[in-house]
């Protein structure tokens, strides 16, 4: 499974933004997807995640309220719609796949898009 993230870019404080992820190789519908992130100088945080069939959905309490994730499996789709951003969501954003909603680990990472909020 191939994953490619795109459409990070500078936005104000309160802008919003949406990530994409195309996932090829394989059929994502079998994937939980998810969401991470790095800040300059921290470690990798998780943001969000979606089940294969999107009946589960979780998010970094971070985030929660102001982001969403969803999927398109029709066409091999993960986005984050991320509103209401702030200075502290600048990251490089990562999509990621996984086989088990409730166990293992991500195997799967794309290269990452850079998300930058100025204030």
């Known amino acids: 499974v191939q994953l490619q993230a795109s459409g990070g870019g500078l936005v104000q404080v309160g802008g919003s933004l949406r990530l994409s992820c195309a996932v090829s190789g394989r059929p994502s519908s079998p994937y939980v997807m998810g969401w991470f992130r790095r800040a300059p100088g921290k470690e990798r945080e998780f943001v969000a995640a979606i089940s294969g069939t999107a009946r589960l959905i979780d998010y970094a309490d971070s985030v929660n309220g102001r982001f969403t994730i969803s999927r398109d499996n029709a066409n091999n789709m993960v986005y984050l719609q991320m509103n209401s951003l702030q200075p502290e969501d600048t990251a490089i954003y990562y999509c990621?796949?996984?086989?088990?909603?409730?166990?293992?680990?991500?195997?799967?990472w794309g290269q990452g898009t850079l998300v930058t909020v100025s204030s």
């Open positions: 990621a796949a996984k086989s088990n909603w409730a166990r293992g680990r991500y195997g799967y």
